[in-house]
């Protein structure tokens, strides 16, 4: 599975399906500033981490669903599909036949 194909599948998570909302609070607390198309907090990242997962595939999903949970909570949906992010990074490592994946990203939305 590529990444691509895991961001999507984590749209699909509960945050993506919710009402889109903007908090404010992402704006005032870091500025933004526009990338392509996006706007996109200023030098900020959010991370997201996974374990104990069977799959290098599902480690991802997991790991990007932790990104946005926290995200979407945070900021509102608006900001968290990490599809839309900048910067984003994922590692993983498989130790003891699991696998646990760590991402970090900076959070961005459309205008």
């Given amino acids: 599975m590529t990444l691509a194909l895991a961001a999507g599948i984590g749209f699909g998570s509960s945050v ?28 900020h990242f959010h991370y997201g981490q996974s374990s104990g997962h069977k799959t290098r595939d599902r ?8 990104w946005a949970g926290f995200t979407g909570f945070e900021y509102g949906t608006d900001w968290a599909r990490y599809g839309h992010a900048a910067a984003r990074k994922m590692s993983c490592t498989q130790s003891a036949g699991v696998w646990s994946c760590s991402t970090e990203a900076i959070p961005c939305k459309w205008r």
């Fill in 16 to 43: 993506a399906t919710a009402a889109a909302d903007d908090t404010g609070v992402g704006q005032t607390l870091h500025g933004t500033k526009r990338i392509g198309g996006r706007v996109c907090l200023n030098n």
């Fill in 59 to 66: 480690a991802v999903v997991a790991a990007i669903k932790d």
